[in-house]
Nanobody, 124 residues
């Protein structure tokens, strides 16, 4: 079982940037895809981005061009760089560990382990 710990959330003004980090432990990080999701109050958890073990990336249309997912296998860490943030980006952001080395999908069920989440609040 993999353990995930997110950090980097906070309060930012619209148009600003944040970088989220997710530190993983408990299995060979470099062998698995990783992803980021978010959940706003009263809404379902929503896919944001994923990265395969080889570095291939996949984004939700709503964040394409604004968010960048990356990974540092030496540090067992995956990042989500968020630029040009909007108030509608306000949510709890969750890191998720994939079940395979490749990105198998963008549903929550395609990921096997989750972090505790980090709050991102974007003010207008």
């Amino acid at each position: 079982q993999v353990q995930l710990v997110e950090s980097g959330g906070g309060l930012v003004q619209a148009g600003g940037s944040l970088r989220l980090s997710c530190a993983a432990s408990g299995r060979t990080f470099s062998n698995y895809a990783m992803g980021w999701f978010r959940q706003a109050p009263g809404k379902e958890r929503e896919f944001q981005a994923a990265i395969s073990s080889s570095g291939a990336t996949y984004y939700a249309d709503s964040v394409k061009g604004r968010f960048t997912i990356s990974r540092d296998n030496a540090k067992n860490t995956v990042y989500l760089q968020m630029n040009n943030l909007k108030p509608e980006d306000t949510a709890v952001y969750y890191c998720a560990a994939g079940r395979w080395s490749f990105i198998s999908g963008k549903k929550s069920s395609d990921f096997g382990s989750w972090g505790q989440g980090t709050q991102v609040t974007v003010s207008s």
